[in-house]
């Protein structure tokens, strides 16, 4: 996956595969995409748009980066979201 591509296709206007997008992303978690290339991208993806698709992809690409913790097992697991907003600050459990 070339970085330079990939944030031109986005800059043209185009839709990204989801394995393009996926390597990206990890590219970047592996620091092998620079920090001005993630930017470049956000840019372009900002001023033309993701569609639903790309949405979903990054989401799901972004979710699954880190540890994900099964909770299935606990008698009443709960979730926190936040509203957004000013000063929106989580609460500490």
């Known amino acids: ?3 330079v591509q ?3 296709e986005k800059r043209e206007g185009l839709k990204h595969r989801r394995e393009d997008l996926k ?7 592996k620091e092998e995409v ?4 993630v ?5 372009a993806a900002f001023l033309r748009g993701l569609d639903p698709e790309e949405t979903l992809w990054l989401t799901e690409t972004m979710a699954y980066s880190g540890r994900v913790l099964d909770l299935s ?8 979201h936040s ?8 609460s500490l459990v």
Do not use: T
């Open 83 to 90: 509203s957004g907003g000013v000063g929106d600050k989580v």
């Open 34 to 37: 620079a920090d001005y290339q």
């Open 73 to 80: 097992h606990l008698p009443h697991p709960v979730d926190k």
């Open 23 to 29: 390597a990206f992303l990890e590219g970047y978690l």
């Open 39 to 43: 930017s470049a991208w956000l840019m």
């Open 1 to 3: 996956m070339n970085p």
């Open 6 to 8: 990939f944030i031109r």
